[in-house]
C-alpha cells in the first residue's frame, strides 16, 4: 500500500538552527510531492510542491524541499529557523493522474525563543 | 481570493447521536474532499468529489457516514450514529487543476473539531 513516513514526530530547535524535516513515500511510480503546515489554531497551508523539473523546490517564508528520486524523499529545510516557525509540518505524495493525497503522521516543530 | 470555508467549527455530541458538517469550496474548483484527521495522525482522506460525482469514496465507513455535493459546488458530511472514535477534526479540501499542465493543488479549509461524548 502507498504510505508516506515522517520518522520526526518532535523536533525542538533553537532560534536560528538549521532544520531539516524528512519526508519518505512508498510508491514506485511518478509523484507529486507537498509540504502542508499548520501553525497553532489555523487551517492547514500549502508550504510548497514539485511536480516536476528542478529537484530543488522553493517555497514560502525561506523553507525550501529537495526531491531525492531515487531515495523516495522530499525532505524539508530551512537554514534558519525563527520562532514563528513553531508548527506541525505534513507531507504529502500525490501519484501522477490520481486525485489521491497520502499524507505523512506529521512533524510538530517547536522553535524555542 | 476566499478560501474554502467550514461549518461549525466545533461540535459536541453525544454517542449515536446524528451530525452534520458543511463545507463551501474555492469558487471554481471543481474537486473536492473530505478528510479526518484524529489527533497526532495526519489527514486521511474519506471522500472525493469530482463536480457532483464521487471519485474515491473507499475509505468512507459507509454504514455510518454519508456525503453529497449538490450541484457540484458545497457539500455535507454527515455521520449517523456517531462512535466514540469519530472523535477528530473533518477537513474540507478543494483543488484546482492548472490547465495546460495537469497541476493540481488542494487548498484546506479550516476544519470543524468533533467530541463525540
Known amino acids: 500500500a502507498q504510505s508516506v513516513s515522517q520518522h520526526n514526530h518532535h523536533v525542538i530547535l533553537s532560534e536560528a538552527a538549521s532544520l531539516e524535516l524528512g519526508c519518505n513515500y512508498s510508491?514506485?511510480?511518478?509523484?507529486?510531492l507537498f509540504w502542508y503546515v499548520q501553525y497553532p489554531g489555523q487551517h492547514l497551508q500549502l508550504l510548497l510542491k514539485?511536480?516536476?523539473?528542478?529537484?530543488l523546490v522553493k517555497g514560502i517564508k525561506g523553507f525550501e524541499a529537495e526531491f531525492i528520486k531515487s531515495k523516495f524523499s522530499f525532505n524539508l529545510r530551512k537554514p534558519s529557523v525563527q520562532w514563528s516557525d513553531t508548527a506541525e509540518y505534513f507531507c504529502a505524495v500525490k501519484p501522477s493522474g490520481t486525485y489521491k493525497y497520502i499524507f505523512g503522521t506529521g512533524t510538530r516543530l517547536k522553535v524555542l525563543a | 481570493e476566499a478560501g474554502v470555508a467550514q461549518s461549525p467549527r466545533y461540535k459536541i455530541i453525544e454517542k449515536r447521536q446524528s451530525v452534520a458538517f458543511w463545507c463551501n469550496p474555492i469558487?471554481?474548483?471543481?474537486?473536492l474532499y473530505w478528510y479526518q484527521q484524529i489527533l497526532g495522525q495526519g489527514p486521511k482522506l474519506l471522500i472525493q468529489f469530482q463536480n457532483n460525482g464521487v471519485v474515491d469514496d473507499s475509505q468512507l465507513p459507509k454504514d455510518r457516514f454519508s456525503a453529497e455535493r449538490l450541484k457540484g459546488v458545497d457539500s455535507t458530511l454527515k455521520i449517523q450514529p456517531a462512535k466514540l472514535e469519530d472523535s477528530a477534526v473533518y477537513l474540507c479540501a478543494s483543488s484546482l487543476v492548472r490547465k495546460g499542465t495537469g497541476q493540481e493543488t488542494q487548498y484546506f479549509g479550516p476544519g470543524t473539531r468533533l467530541l463525540v461524548l
Open positions: 469558487s471554481g474548483h471543481a474537486t
Open positions: 510508491y514506485g511510480g511518478t509523484v507529486n
Open positions: 514539485y511536480f516536476s523539473g528542478d529537484p
